[in-house]
């Protein structure tokens, strides 16, 4: 089993930063990508960002373009996400997304991110 872990939510005005920390542990030999997702009450889970291990690849919803970095470290099997330039439409849960193999994927239980106007 996989373990997955979020940190680093909170509130914060229109237009500060925050930093979203995820860190997968268990049986992780395998994993090969770690992804954010994010959710409103009442709307679909959204793909926000992705780092695949294998080369370092990552991946953005254009919503967060130029405004969030995802980042991560394999061996500590964590990931990051450096979000700037936040705005009230980025409030959400964040969810921390850990894929292992081909098919197996893992959640974690979200943490709040809360945009001032």
């Known amino acids: 089993q996989v373990q997955v872990a979020e940190s680093g939510g909170g509130l914060v005005q229109t237009g500060g930063s925050l930093r979203l920390a995820c860190t997968a542990s268990?049986?992780?030999?395998?994993?090969?990508?770690m992804s954010w997702f994010r959710q409103v009450p009442g709307q679909e889970r959204k793909f926000v960002a992705a780092?695949?291990?294998?080369?370092?690849?990552?991946s953005y919803a254009d919503f967060v373009k130029g405004r969030f970095t995802i980042s991560g470290d394999k061996a500590q099997n964590t990931v990051y996400l450096q979000m700037n330039s936040l705005k009230p439409e980025d409030t959400a849960v964040y969810y921390c997304?850990?894929?292992?193999?081909?098919?197996?994927?893992?959640w974690g239980q979200g943490t709040q991110v809360t945009v001032s106007s």
């Open positions: 997304r850990t894929t292992v193999g081909a098919l197996l994927t893992y």
């Open positions: 268990g049986r992780t030999g395998d994993t090969n990508s």
């Open positions: 780092i695949t291990w294998s080369g370092g690849r990552t």
